[in-house]
T-cell receptor, first 113, second 111 residues
Framework: DAGITQSPRHKVTETGTPVTLRCHQT?????MYWYRQDPGHGLRLIHY???????DKGEVSDGYSVSRSKTEDFLLTLESATSSQTSVYFC????????????FGPGTRLTVL | QKEVEQNSGPLSVPEGAIASLNCTYS??????FFWYRQYSGKSPELIMF????GDKEDGRFTAQLNKASQYVSLLIRDSQPSDSATYLC???????????FGKGTKLTVNP
């Protein structure tokens, strides 16, 4: 597993509530990513980080914010969850060097009622 | 919007056959190409990457890249029921910081 954990693994919440998902890595990789995966859409990038306090938007960033105050943790926040944000969320890391390969965490299944 | 296209399948092959998975991409600037395997309910797992035109072999898997045609393929020889999964094609976008994924091809290998 690439030393990546995600918490919680499953969450059910109600529309309008804030939700924070955590991604934790143990190997001090610079790049971290948040994706969502939905049937018919595949994996889509939400936000990514290229260092502590350095983040950028992905393809589907509306309604999401991120923070990275420590190298090992990358947080994804849904400020006010909506049913359209029901999805499986994956965190990924990219080790440095020539390889552009990304490795994925186990995922968080989020249901917004 | 940079795109990666894959046949959604399902692709069904008998055990022991060759499975051929295809992927096209729109960004001519893409430099790196990846195949991930995803079992139902699990996270994507890297199985192959390729950077140069031609073939790259790793065990039963062969990745093929043709940059002029913007085409990447994955061949799985001697397919096994354990190869049954969804295969995701991914290419780099905007340099090497980001990947764009296809929607995946579901492969079923029948015993």
């Amino acid at each position: 597993d690439a030393g990546i954990t995600q918490s919680p693994r499953h969450k059910v919440t109600e529309t309008g509530t804030p939700v924070t998902l955590r991604c934790h890595q143990t190997e001090n990789h610079r790049y971290m990513y948040w994706y969502r995966q939905d049937p018919g859409h595949g994996l889509r990038l939400i936000h990514y980080s290229y260092g502590v306090k350095d983040t950028d938007k992905g393809e589907v960033s509306d309604g999401y914010s991120v923070s990275r105050s420590k190298t090992e943790d990358f947080l994804l926040t849904l400020e006010s969850a909506t049913s359209s944000q029901t999805s499986v969320y994956f965190c990924a890391i990219k080790p440095g060097g020539r390889a552009d390969t990304q490795y994925f965490g186990p995922g968080t299944r989020l249901t917004v009622l | 919007q940079k795109e990666v296209e894959q046949n959604s399948g399902p692709l069904s092959v008998p055990e022991g056959a060759i499975a051929s998975l295809n992927c096209t991409y729109s960004d001519r600037g893409s430099q790196s190409f990846f195949w991930y395997r995803q079992y139902s309910g699990k996270s994507p797992e890297l199985i192959m990457f390729i950077y140069s035109n031609g073939d790259k072999e790793d065990g039963r898997f062969t990745a093929q890249l043709n940059k002029a045609s913007q085409y990447v393929s994955l061949l799985i020889r001697d397919s096994q029921p354990s190869d049954s999964a969804t295969y995701l094609c991914a290419v780099t976008s905007g340099g090497s910081e980001k990947l764009v994924f296809g929607k995946g091809t579901k492969l079923t290998v029948n015993p």
